[in-house]
């Protein structure tokens, strides 16, 4: 089966953050919206009718999650990444975000260091700041060559702190971090007792020639010093159902995590959510290979369009998520500036750069899952006024 990813779907009216915020967050509600990380493609064949066939069922009580669909998510990852779990490992959190919240409040106390990377996806700061931790920012090196980590900086900064937020592979800056990169953050980690929490939400999404590495694949050590979240909602758009895992492959840490969980009475989650990642695990294989083809295609479009057409916006290369990362800052714009004229001249409702940290101040995060129609209107209105 050959999926459609170029059918423009009307989303308005569904009570889409995407599209039916857009009044409220730019003051204008007919910009192209490229910001909340969801897809504007459609569910999966698949999962619709997983979900359906569920729905027609005449009772939607309190249900739990069978071995089998933890079993689902053990043998994708092993499938795609060549990461033996065992689904005794995992524990369900309604959502990835809520997961690290809770992993900050239930693993760490009120006064400790917890470090970031920021550019970084906007909520690990609301995680460390909201439970009144202290927050330590080993801010990444924007170098010719891509996005790095500040290894001398963390090796300072892990000797008093106690958890690090991994962004794996990492939002808004696209990056798949290597072995070697993991190997070394994963060494400062252990040497100083540094609780790490892999945020791999994204580790399904990485483009063709990269490899997503599970952080806690790399050593039986990491893995008893690591919680690693997955989900099934970025790849397979399913965000609306609040569902993801975590994996905790050392049973003092998960027992602690998992009573912390039970403690806020979080942990039975959602009905439609469970259906829908169990047939995503089962079934997806081939939409996801299409998917990323698709996704490849939209930002090699891009990047080679920018390139070419604004050569002022500094753009490294994608290799991870279907967001590009876009650096205004040799315009000379205000970070105000700079947003004013991509809400009301371009037309554009991005996410502003600062959203993920100072650094990311005039800098511009693109969402690309959506038809090509889209994102070639998007660019040239872009280069209208950028360009
Ligand atoms: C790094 C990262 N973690 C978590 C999430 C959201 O997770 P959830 O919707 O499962 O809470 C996102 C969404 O963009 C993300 O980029």
Redesign the pocket.
């Given at each position: 089966m050959i999926y459609d990813f170029d059918k423009v779907i009307d989303r308005r009216n569904t009570e889409c953050v995407k599209y039916d915020k857009r009044e409220d967050v730019f003051g204008k509600a007919d910009v192209i919206p490229m910001w909340?990380?969801?897809m504007d493609f459609p569910t999966a064949d698949f999962i619709r009718e997983a979900v359906i066939e569920r729905a027609k069922g005449d009772v939607y009580g309190y249900t739990f999650r069978e071995d089998e669909y933890y079993e689902s998510i053990a043998q994708w990852i092993e499938r795609h990444h060549q990461w033996k779990t065992k689904k005794e490992w995992m524990a369900f959190?309604?959502?990835?975000?809520?997961?690290?919240n809770m992993a900050v409040m239930g693993l760490t106390n009120e006064g400790d260091e917890i470090i970031i990377q920021p550019p970084?996806?906007h909520?690990?700061f609301y995680a460390v700041n909201n439970h009144n931790r202290k927050l330590v920012q080993n801010t990444l090196i924007d170098t010719e060559d891509g996005f790095v980590m500040d290894y001398d900086l963390l090796e300072k900064q892990a000797k008093t702190a106690k958890m690090l937020i991994l962004?794996n592979p990492?939002?808004?800056v696209g990056r798949s971090w290597k072995k070697e990169e993991l190997l070394r953050l994963g060494e400062i980690c252990m040497r100083n007792n540094v609780l790490v929490f892999s945020?791999e939400?994204?580790c399904d999404l990485v483009m063709p020639g990269f490899k997503h590495t599970p952080f806690a694949s790399l050593s039986e050590e990491f893995a008893h010093n690591s919680i690693t979240?997955h989900?099934a909602?970025?790849t397979f758009n399913l965000?609306g159902m609040?569902?993801?895992t975590v994996i905790i492959p050392n049973e003092k840490l998960r027992n602690k995590f998992v009573d912390y969980v039970h403690s806020t009475e979080s942990d039975l989650g959602n009905i439609f959510g469970k259906i829908a990642t169990k047939a995503a695990m089962e079934k997806g294989d081939e939409w996801h290979s299409q998917l990323i083809n698709y996704i490849k295609g939209n930002i090699d479009f891009a990047t080679d369009f920018i390139r070419k057409e604004m050569p002022k916006v500094r753009i490294h290369e994608t290799e991870a998520?279907y967001m590009i990362w876009l650096n205004f800052k040799d315009y000379g714009y205000s970070d105000e500036e700079l947003n004013r004229k991509m809400i009301h001249e371009a037309g554009l409702g991005l996410n502003s750069g600062n959203l993920f940290g100072k650094d990311g101040e005039c800098c511009m995060r693109v969402n690309l899952a959506c038809p090509r129609s889209v994102v070639e209107k998007a660019l040239m209105q872009m280069k209208d006024v950028f360009g």
């Open positions: 909340v990380a969801d959190t309604p959502g990835v975000v809520s997961a690290f970084v996806y909520p690990f962004c990492h939002n808004p945020d939400i994204h979240a989900a909602s970025k965000a609040a569902t993801s998520t």
